[in-house]
């Protein structure tokens, strides 16, 4: 009688060991999206969700994906990171800047949940970084400014005065003046990611000053349809904004996650994941350029060439010689600025007006 | 480059358009007060305002029927507030913020389907000739119609409360509710019509934020505009030409910071977004200094509720 009860009770618990280790393995991977804006944001917090997408049609019901959107930077969201970890995501992408405190807090908390934060700089072990080279595609839409602007004015709003931002208009700026020297790029501050009203303003403040081809680092559409109001030419901020304006807009910058998002998941599945620093751009297909539209042949045919160059290697967007706004060279001739540079950025180049705000 | 004179007529241009919402909201949301409710749910009206206007112009291709659909749903939501407050004998102060936060959370939840849809322009005033005018010829003739019917409402609000007797019913009712109801007046339906009134031109101003200001619609559109109309009352001490005079102030205050970004003056541009706020506490500071200034400014009854004794 005992003799057959441990069999028995043997052969119970290998079939539930055997049953369970493969039910673990049906068991689809959380993974976890926490946004700073409202999808509906048309910009960045749309593409992100778009890589969200990808991943789902991508993987199927081999994961299972949160997410949450309008996260404010700030105490907030490590509450929300840490439920997502809590909620038992494997793995969890922050996307934006301000989320890097509390990324690295909860990463603390929960070891072995890996996290991906978007445009920051600090890491841990299960803490990775990944950004887009946003700044190629904005010296793109620099060349296109400097060549088709009348008054030698260009625009843009910009939302922090962070290194990424002013990447971008230094970017843009030294774009222009590759075929233009007497070209000047004005900046207004929104304060803020996404803010309809306040981004509006800013443009109609830029346009009364006489910018006659806008650009933005902020996550709205509003901008845009300022300029279309106003009969100039603008560009298009993170997806192709194009619809809002069809008569301005002469390209946008998309931001493309799919691939990243997509590879970072199947890491994590092969147990393969490692704590690394991405940062891709024209050539990995990370910024994509939106059709160039409402320009003429010659100008088409110069974006083309710039969008080409940088993806070879042949044109570097911040290659020297390049002056900041004292007149002092900061980059030698046949030098380029690194990637530590870049990322710590807090000085405008020669053409930028205005002084940087602290 | 434009000279500072050049740039004067679009400032003045922008800053009417910034300061048109701010200017309906509050001249709702003045008469609401002079009648002696308190509706902080100013920016809940004004953000479904600009919900259905946006939804309505979509459907109807028509933006004075979006206009209408705006005021109609600034006028239901503050009816809820009416009966909350009014009827139900709820806390104003507590109800008015409830409303704020159900106003957002319900339109960002029925807007999902808005965001990325574009609709066409309001007409513009266009008087071959007038219009034409160096300088004065856009700001004066040129503006859109909600621009003009703005200066109308503010007009006819200044000239119903001060000069007939349904004004002076509406302010009895607002410093005495318990003589007003003595002498026979319906306190409590004068100010559900107060009220309601209060919703209707604050969902225009909602309107006027999803049509004209950005016409798109997106979460949160308002943006905290609707504190802004709120402060703005207090500080014209409950006059309609001085409400004017701080909603214009309000308005080019915003404007002007992000114009002197452009021109390379470094005044921080948090500094300026707290000037509408600092100069609303200047201003309760100075009236409420005595007890005879308060009663001279404020609705003594702002705020309270009434319960009919007899």
Not at chain 1, 103 to 114: E, G, Q
Not at chain 1, 206 to 223: E, K, R
Not at chain 1, 323 to 342: I, P
Not at chain 2, 235 to 255: D, E, K, M, N, Q
């Amino acid at each position: 009688m005992k003799h057959l009860n441990l069999k028995a009770l043997a052969a119970a618990v290998i079939g539930a060991a055997v049953l369970g280790g493969s039910a673990q393995a049906a068991d689809p991977l959380g993974v976890g999206f926490v946004y700073v804006g409202p999808i509906g944001d048309h910009g960045y917090t749309y593409r992100h969700d778009v890589g969200r997408v990808a991943v789902e049609k991508h993987f199927g019901d081999k994961v299972k994906v949160s997410y949450v959107e309008n996260v404010a930077e700030g105490p907030d969201a490590e509450r929300v990171i840490a439920q997502l970890a809590q909620a038992g995501n494997k793995i969890i992408f922050t996307t934006s800047f301000g989320f890097m405190n509390p990324t690295i807090k909860v990463a603390k908390r929960f070891p072995d949940v890996k996290f991906e934060h978007a445009t920051g700089y600090k890491r841990a072990d299960n803490v990775a970084t990944y950004s887009a080279r946003f700044y190629e595609g904005r010296y793109v839409i620099g060349a296109i400014a400097g060549k088709m602007t009348k008054s030698n004015v260009i625009g843009y709003v910009g939302a922090y005065p962070i290194p990424e931002v002013v990447r971008g208009i230094n970017a843009y700026a030294l774009g222009a003046r590759s075929v233009n020297p007497d070209v000047k790029v004005k900046v207004v501050w929104v304060n803020s990611w996404y803010d309809p009203g306040k981004e509006a303003d800013a443009a109609k403040a830029l346009i009364d000053q006489g910018v006659d081809i806008l650009a933005q680092h902020t996550d709205s559409p509003a901008p845009l349809q300022v300029a279309e109001q106003r009969g100039i030419y603008g560009f298009g901020q993170a997806s192709d904004n194009y619809h809002f304006a069809p008569k301005s807009t002469l390209t946008s910058i998309i931001d493309n996650w799919d691939g990243y998002y997509i590879d970072r998941v199947q890491a994590v599945m092969d147990g393969t994941w490692k704590s690394t620093d991405v940062w891709g751009g024209l050539k990995p297909k990370m910024v994509e350029m939106a059709k160039f539209t409402n320009m003429s042949d010659d100008v088409k045919a110069l974006a083309e060439k710039v969008e080409a160059g940088i993806i070879s290697g042949e044109i570097h967007p911040f290659a020297g010689p390049i002056k900041d706004q004292s007149g002092a060279l900061k980059v030698k001739e046949g030098e380029e600025l690194d990637d530590g540079a870049l990322l710590g950025m807090d000085w405008y180049v020669e053409g930028v007006e205005g002084k940087l705000p602290k | 480059m434009i000279s500072g004179w050049e740039q004067l007529a679009p400032l003045i241009l922008t800053v009417i358009t910034a300061s048109t919402p701010l200017l309906f909201a509050a001249a709702g949301e003045l008469v609401t007060e002079r009648s002696g409710v308190l509706n902080l749910g100013v920016e809940g009206l004004m953000v479904v305002g600009a919900l259905a206007a946006f939804a309505g112009t979509h459907a109807t291709g028509s933006a004075i029927l979006g206009v209408m659909f705006g005021a109609l749903a600034g006028v239901v939501l503050a009816f809820v507030f009416a009966v909350l407050t009014l009827t139900l004998l709820a806390n104003q102060v507590a109800t008015g913020l409830a409303l704020t936060i159900f106003g957002l959370g319900l339109t960002a939840l029925l807007g999902k389907g808005y965001v990325g849809v574009t609709v066409g322009n309001l007409p513009q005033l266009n008087i071959p000739g007038l219009t034409d005018l160096p300088f004065i010829g856009p700001i004066l003739f040129g503006q859109d119609a909600m621009v003009y019917l703005s200066f109308a409402a503010v007009i006819g609000i200044s000239w119903v409360l001060s000069r007939t007797r349904i004004g002076l019913v509406l302010r009895a009712v607002g410093a005495s509710h318990d003589s007003a109801h003595a002498l026979g007046y319906p306190v409590i339906r004068i100010r559900y019509l107060a009220t309601m009134f209060g919703g209707a031109l604050g969902g225009i101003a909602g309107s006027y934020l999803s049509l004209v200001y950005t016409p798109m619609w997106a979460e949160n559109l308002t943006a905290g505009r609707g504190w802004i109309a709120l402060a703005l009352v207090v500080f014209s001490t409950w006059r309609p030409w001085r409400l004017l005079l701080g909603a214009y102030l309000f308005g080019a205050i915003t404007v002007i910071q992000l114009h002197a970004q452009g021109l390379g003056v470094a005044v921080p541009s948090e500094f300026l977004s707290m000037t509408p706020y600092l100069a609303t506490i200047l201003v309760l500071v100075v009236i409420s200094r005595d007890k005879l200034k308060i009663k001279l400014n404020a609705p003594a009854c702002l705020g309270t509720g009434f319960r009919p004794t007899q």
